[in-house]
């Protein structure tokens, strides 16, 4: 049985939770009010060997690093540690997303063709949109084509903020 911990802190976009395992490796961060979608996530990864949420101070100090994001130091989530399930496809396009430099965008053929498949561009897009950790594995840097801000999770708002925090999109 997986042991995971839980916090929860607060943000310029409202409230987020930060979940990881016992050695301190990222498994979830999600907004408060998507809870239900990162349970369920949590339920479809986490099923065969089963789990538990116990909730912790800051632990890790993952909390403060998320913290520490928002406040204006950008690259300290660039080497936190995550551990993810999904599926090896998936895994793949949640490793190249922390390839993507803060400040800049990918758009989703860019990163099927940095994955070797360019014409999956959709299915990279499905995955994208199953990332469990965001803003850590950064899924709000990938955009449309034609720089549209398409689908985030944490809703198109949030992604524009967080672009805008990291120096792509001017304000």
């Known amino acids: 049985m997986l042991t995971l911990l839980e916090d929860k802190i607060a943000t310029p976009l409202g409230m987020l939770a930060v979940i990881c395992d016992e050695q301190f490796r990222l ?16 339920d479809i990864h986490y099923r065969t060997e089963g789990y538990e949420l116990r909730e912790a ?6 909390c403060q690093h998320l913290t520490d994001y928002f406040e204006g130091n950008l690259s300290v989530i660039d080497n936190l540690p995550t551990a993810t399930a999904g599926t090896p ?8 997303l ?8 990918m758009h989703y053929g860019q990163l099927a063709e940095k994955l070797g498949r360019p014409g999956a561009a959709r299915a990279v897009g499905a ?27 944490g809703g198109v708002q949030r992604k524009e903020w967080l672009l805008r925090h990291e120096g792509y999109l001017l304000l």
């Open 27 to 42: 498994r979830a961060v999600e907004w408060e009010e998507y809870r239900h979608r990162m349970m369920q996530l949590l």
């Open 57 to 62: 101070n800051n632990p890790g100090g993952l």
């Open 89 to 96: 496809f998936q895994r793949e396009v949640w490793q190249v």
């Open 98 to 105: 922390r390839t993507i430099p803060c400040g800049q965008v």
């Open 127 to 153: 995955a994208n949109g199953s990332n469990p950790i965001s803003i850590v594995v950064p899924c709000h840097r990938v955009i449309g084509r034609n720089g549209t801000m398409t689908g985030y999770a």
